[in-house]
């Protein structure tokens, strides 16, 4: 490796320090890889340039997959919430999320001063400007003022601040969030080493004066009673007792009839928004437009923090003229005289189409080069940060010598995103849902830290009494799970009884614990007052986990099942270098699109849209018989 004259060395460097570069950053420096985190400005790492909250659903079962592997985000919004709520605890344990409201600047403060004070890691201000490339290899980075840094690994997760333009009616600058500065050589520079970008939009909605709402008039939404966290090792305790509310109220006739009136001016309509917009997370003007039948959207109104008066209106993101999104606002119950603090906006920003990375997130582009983030084409801070995890271990591997890590999509959510970016790429930013994982029922949040934490450990990222902890909580499952196999549960006043008042038929005979908590109407608590046997004292954590692993049995083993025989085609290699052209029989749209995304199993190639069933099973044939033609990567 050429020797650059840097004026220092490191094992990983990471470029910005949002979401997804502080987790990379610090996963990185705890698996023993020296590392430098080089960000635009200090005041702004793991900023919130939009909703200040963490969670919902699929997000927050990634941020405690995140925790489950031992990153930062679940300990982060538990140190600095101001409300936390279990969002849809009327439907399955497959599609509960939790949600947190954020205090903003405590966010930032607190993760700013866990990256300060972490071994391994140098936190740096800085506008890296040009990445150094030999032989197709990234060997470190250049900034503006010149200096280089050199690394055997580097992580880009520069977020919207890649060419990003702020765009509020009629006016447009140059600009990343929030007013911070842009990144436009980089971007400049991925073009040169050969990169396919294109630019996706994102924007914010306007935040207003507390003072000046009418809450009387809204629905309040109050945080939860009952103890929640993010981070398996929060401790119940400390759970916040004065939360703050968030509030509901509504758009109306009058609103939409402003924003029709003036979408001339709407940069959305107008054409001055050149990039592809988020599906999931709409205008207010783009709502309208689209759904016109409907007489009224939610808007909601959430705290920026404890100690200001920061309204953040959410579910009205806007990129209208200031004076426009003053006389819509005024149009709603209860920002009738509400003060503007500061307009939405839109931004554009540029994007690396995704397909260009593999499993690990290294480019294919250019080797030891690694990205994360909204650079990938994602949306939310909770995929950014997943993202961000992955990246910083694989590249933290890579330095060390070891082989790479991956989630398959059975294993974790992370897993199910980041294979939908490099196996089907994205035409807009990328939201995940849990309709997104077709094993979700065994992906959920109550059990990320079985799937995970093993791994976490492994890794390096998960301390030995966290191990350990983990052992004792798994060893209290599988033994009171085997003890409601054979403990019995029999015929009695007490318990026909309590059937009676539940709408159930009789005992006639005696069964087993396990079938009978599987019954909708029964729960755990119940089986103390019927099973002679005693029970041990469990953590409400482990009855959860026993609970649902009973009542669900059955699609449990359904979906492992399946995920027996998705792991088979995993097994399936595809032949690195493959000549997609020399396979007899393949339909011209599944060649260019095998050859585009060059999958590495038989599974991944299966997921690819284009290629089909038939395209599979001549591909498996023709690597089964050996007749492989290979194509030699270029010297």
């Not at 059975?410 to 196996?423: F, K, P, Q, R």
């Not at 469990?538 to 009542?551: A, F, P, R, T, Y």
């Not at 690195?576 to 339909?587: K, M, N, S």
Request: net charge neutral; glycine share 8%.
């Amino acid at each position: 490796m050429r020797e650059y004259d840097a004026k220092e060395k490191y094992d990983v460097i990471v470029v910005g320090a949002g979401h997804a570069g502080c987790e990379a950053a610090l996963a990185a420096a705890r698996m023993g890889s020296k590392t430098l985190l080089l960000t635009l400005n200090l005041d702004m790492v793991a900023f919130m340039p939009c909703n200040p909250s963490i969670g919902g659903p699929a997000k927050g079962i990634v941020v405690r997959e995140i925790d489950a592997l031992g990153g930062q985000m679940g300990r982060n919004i538990d140190a600095t919430y101001i409300q936390m709520r279990m969002l849809n605890t009327g439907k399955g344990p497959a599609v509960r999320a939790l949600r947190a409201q954020a205090d903003k600047n405590a966010y930032h403060a607190v993760m700013k001063q866990t990256l300060e004070t972490t071994p391994n890691l140098t936190l740096r201000q800085g506008l890296a400007q040009r990445l150094l490339v030999e032989d197709g290899v990234c060997h470190g980075i250049e900034t503006n003022t010149g200096a280089r840094y050199q690394a055997q690994a580097v992580i880009l997760a520069a977020g919207t601040s890649s060419r990003g333009k702020i765009i509020i009616g009629e006016l447009m600058y140059s600009s990343g969030p929030n007013n911070s500065l842009p990144s436009v050589q980089l971007s400049e520079n991925l073009l040169e080493n050969g990169f396919h970008l294109t630019r996706f939009k994102t924007g914010t909605p306007p935040r207003v004066a507390k003072d000046s709402v009418d809450f009387s008039v809204m629905e309040e939404q109050p945080g939860d009673r009952t103890p929640r966290s993010f981070s398996f090792t929060t401790d119940p305790a400390s759970y916040l007792k004065d939360q703050i509310s968030c509030w509901m109220t509504y758009t109306n006739a009058q609103t939409h009839q402003v924003i029709r009136d003036n979408l001339d001016r709407a940069p959305m309509f107008s054409g001055i928004i050149k990039g592809v917009g988020p599906r999931y997370c709409p205008s207010i003007e783009d709502k309208i437009v689209r759904f016109a039948d409907k007489p009224r959207h939610q808007i909601f109104m959430e705290p920026e923090g404890r100690h200001t008066q920061e309204y953040y209106v959410g579910d009205f993101s806007t990129s209208m003229p200031e004076e426009i999104q003053q006389k819509m606002l005024h149009t709603v119950a209860g920002l009738e005289h509400a003060q503007l603090m500061r307009p939405g906006y839109a931004i554009e920003y540029d994007v690396v189409e995704p397909w260009q990375l593999k499993q690990t997130l290294e480019t294919k582009v250019v080797d030891h080069l690694y990205t994360a983030g909204q650079m990938n084409g994602t949306s939310g801070y909770e995929e950014a940060a997943g993202q961000g995890l992955m990246a910083g271990i694989n590249a933290a591997l890579q330095a060390q010598g070891r082989k790479p890590f991956i989630l398959g999509r059975n294993e974790a959510y992370i897993g199910v995103m980041i294979d939908d970016l490099v196996t089907k790429g994205t035409n807009e930013p990328y939201r995940l849902l849990t309709s997104r994982a077709e094993y979700r029922l065994i992906l959920r949040h109550d059990n990320a830290d079985l799937r995970l934490t093993s791994k976490g450990h492994a890794l390096g990222l998960i301390d030995h009494q966290r191990y350990l902890d983990f052992q004792t909580k798994a060893g209290e499952i599988s033994r009171e799970m085997e003890r409601l196999k054979t403990a019995r549960v029999k015929p009695s006043p007490l318990v026909n009884n309590f059937l009676a008042e539940n709408g159930m038929p009789p005992l006639q005979d005696g069964v087993l614990a396990a079938d009978f908590l599987k019954r909708p109407q029964v729960h755990y608590s119940d089986l103390e007052r019927f099973v002679p046997e005693a029970a041990p004292e469990l953590d409400s954590l482990v009855i959860e986990q026993i609970e649902i692993s009973v009542k669900y049995a059955g699609y449990i083993k359904k979906q492992a099942a399946q995920i027996a025989h998705l792991q088979k085609l995993e097994a399936k290699k595809i032949p690195e270098h493959l000549d997609y052209a020399a396979v007899p029989g393949l339909a011209t749209e599944a060649r260019q699109k095998l050859e585009k995304i060059n999958p590495t199993t038989i599974a991944q190639a299966s997921r690819i849209s284009g290629v089909n069933p038939a395209d599979i099973s001549i591909l498996m044939v023709y690597i089964r018989r050996g007749q492989i033609a290979k194509t030699q990567p270029e010297s």
